[in-house]
């Protein structure tokens, strides 16, 4: 039941109050199984929204706000912003900060797997959030299957993965995530943030990405692209006309349809050669109609 601050307060407390102390008040201890790392760093939080700004006539769709330090640096940048969080003893804190921001937070308890921006908010929507690093990658394949409904995503990652995503043709890091990130939208990666940040510090450094959806894509269905980097990309050191094998359809036709070179591999495939393979793909593998296999 999303909870936007004009209702009943549920009792807030101090403005302004220390994270850490909102951390104690309301038994936050971090639980790994929900990703929980939290920033409490001031600078840090007001640095990732400044990266996420303007936001006027937006709204701001923040997954996984913990405590609230980003959600915080949103506010206090001038957002408005719907928040969904999992950890039902976060979304007691956070109901406190709604209050302190009369709406101006809108607060979703639920998981953002299961949960449609659009649902929520009309109009311009930014997805601004640090990922809970367990569902990061799910959720980013899910939003960009309709990227253009965001203005732009400003999102945490292990570095590891922000690499993959912002990498280029021909590196160790470019896989499916670079093609599919890269094909809906232009790729940034911002600046990293050190686990001493963080609070517990986990073992890995994160860095902050930026998005932004391509105004015009090149047109492909996104499932076929998805099949094709993930058998590309599944035996990386195998030349395409034997990787592509486990498609399970023609696969030297396929590749002479898309016009690539059988022995190239998949790390050096250019997106629009991926779109031209998932073009391809697409229309070998849709089964005609019954009508038009007929004889006319
Ligand atoms: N934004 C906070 C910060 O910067 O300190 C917390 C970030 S922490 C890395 C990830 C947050 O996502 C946690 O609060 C966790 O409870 C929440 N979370 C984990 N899985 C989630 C899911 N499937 N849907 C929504 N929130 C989730």
């Not at 640095?47 to 640096?73: C, H, Q, S």
């Not at 928040?83 to 809108?106: F, I, N, S, Y």
């Not at 308890?109 to 109009?123: K, L, M, N, S, W």
């Not at 023609?250 to 073009?279: F, M, N, V």
Request: a positive charge.
């Amino acid at each position: 039941m999303p909870f936007s601050g004009m209702d009943d307060p549920p009792g807030a407390g101090p403005v302004n109050e220390p994270l850490r102390a909102v951390i104690a008040r309301h038994g936050l201890w971090a639980k790994k199984g929900l990703g929980q790392n939290f920033l409490l760093d001031l600078n840090l939080t007001r640095r990732i929204a400044r990266a996420a700004a303007p936001f006027d006539n937006v709204t701001v769709f923040e997954v996984g706000p913990g405590p609230g330090g980003l959600t915080r640096a949103l506010l206090e940048a001038g957002a408005t912003v719907v928040a969904v969080e999992r950890d039902p003893r976060c979304c007691a804190a956070l109901a406190e900060l709604a209050v302190q921001w009369p709406g101006k937070l809108t607060l979703v308890e639920g998981d953002a797997r299961e949960v449609d921006p659009a649902d929520h908010i009309e109009g311009a929507i930014k997805i601004v959030a640090n990922l809970p690093y367990n569902v990061a990658t799910p959720l980013l394949v899910g939003w960009l299957g309709h990227a253009r409904r965001f203005a732009s995503m400003t999102l945490m990652f292990q570095k590891e993965v922000a690499q993959r995503i912002a990498a280029a043709p021909g590196s160790g890091e470019y896989g499916r995530l670079s093609v599919l990130a890269q094909w809906a939208c232009e790729t940034d990666c911002l600046f990293d943030i050190p686990p001493r940040a963080f609070v517990p510090p986990p073992k890995i450094t994160s860095t902050v990405v930026r998005l932004v959806p391509r105004a015009e894509p090149e047109a492909v269905d996104q499932q076929a692209l998805e099949r094709v980097t993930a058998a590309a990309f599944g035996q990386r050191r195998k030349m395409l006309r034997a990787s592509l094998r486990s498609l399970g359809i023609d696969t030297d036709a396929l590749i002479a349809d898309a016009g690539i070179e059988p022995t190239a591999r998949a790390e050096t495939l250019t997106i629009p050669q991926y779109c031209r393979l998932a073009r391809a793909y697409a229309a070998r593998s849709v089964t005609p109609p019954a009508d038009a296999t007929r004889t006319r």
